[in-house]
């Protein structure tokens, strides 16, 4: 049970304390900040409402302790990584009870959140000892002018501190997908959890403590956005921020000063379906890719964009499926759950509302009760209604009639977003070719959108985001290379 056992030192009374300088503690603040569960919409947890100075205080540690870190040989940094994974998987239970509580995470998906991480550390410490130990030997000759003087070898240093921020849907998953690679280079780690998803991931962060992780090297900061979100993003300590989520992203990238930045912010997935589709594959694809964790996937299949002569047949087999969706709690491990806020239903009904007025067609009637939305199926969407181009972040899926393929990847490349995309035909010729087309970071031929697995780069062109994720591009986004030049006093040349 969360808060018991192994955790009971993260929580003091009903308040749910931070981590920092390798121990638990309370705010000065004397404050709290109440985390709502999207069930019942009552309070079930809280967390500390941590001050300016706490941050500071975090990010001076933090400075300090990844200088003895960076000094640490890679293949201990790796070993005490898979000492976290595997607490973390045994452990499991409670932090998947914590996913169902706040963001109303399935409760067999929340237990795979927590494995996947394991999985993803683990993987992660692989490929650090595989990747960092490595660097480049070069030689001056090859640039013209230059004799073989001079000999340059380069390694790959951490940055700092790095500031992890994930969002709500994967508070554990896309925390450790940060926590990892700062880890492995040899950085140190400033987690700021979202609010819905911060009492997973602190318990997530004791597994890292349990494991014996360096005071200071890594902490977790709770609190109100508007009292230390900017505060942290411009913190002149931090040398790199990760972020997850949504516009907030795009605030943070004007204000964070001469940093690296990787950002993923969210996208409006499209689903292209050719005549010569497997429909039955497609109408799977589209069910799972659209409607899984109620559509709060920044990968969700967001708008389908199918070919006229088989729309009436996609949309018939779509709609069968959908209506088989099985809607309640979490904890029940419904398919459809409460999304993870009001204002988050609010916003979606907003979406549907519009698109009623509009003339798109239901294929499902509307429902709503509190933060709970019945999964719809919306057909004859047309370019001039909001859900064609908006991300609901909810389990309500448009379907746009298209005349050619040509109109289908018009309408994907006419988003902001781009961050994947997905197309269904048995020709691999026209496959390639429409992947080539579409402007989304990535392309999934006849399956649906997905992150993972998780070693595979992940990135979003335009609003959907900065750089490129996956486990190797993160540790590599985590570090600079560093060359240091040996000058000879006269011209070396290798010889047969
Ligand atoms: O919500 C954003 C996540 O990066 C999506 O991950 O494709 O594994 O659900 P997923």
Redesign the pocket.
Known sequence: MAGTGVFTDIIDGDIYKYYADGEWKKSSSGKSVSIVNPTTRKTHYRVQACTQEEVNKVMESAKIAQKSWAKTPLWKRAELLHKAAAILKEHKTPIAECLVKEIAKPAKDAVTEVVRSGDLISYTAEEGVRILGEGKFLVSDSFPGNERTKYCLTSKIPLGVILAIP?F??PVN?AVSKIGPALIAGNSLVLKPPTQGAVAALHMVHCFHLAGFPKGLISCITGRGSEIGDFLTMHPLVNCISF?GGDTGVAISKKAGMIPLQM?LGGKDACIILEDADIDLAASNIVKGGFSYSGQ???AVKVVLVMESVADELVEKVKSKVGKLTVGSPEEDCDITPVVTESSANYIEGLVLDAKEKGATFCHEYKRDGNLIWPLLLDNVKPDMRIAWEEPFGPVVPVIRIKSVEEGIHHCNASNFGLQGCVFTKDINKAILISDAMETGTVQINSAP???PDHFPFQGLKDSGIGSQGITNSINMMIKVKSIVINLPSPSYTMG
């Open positions: 969002p849907n994967y896309l997850t993923e996937r920044c990968t997905a992150r993972g």
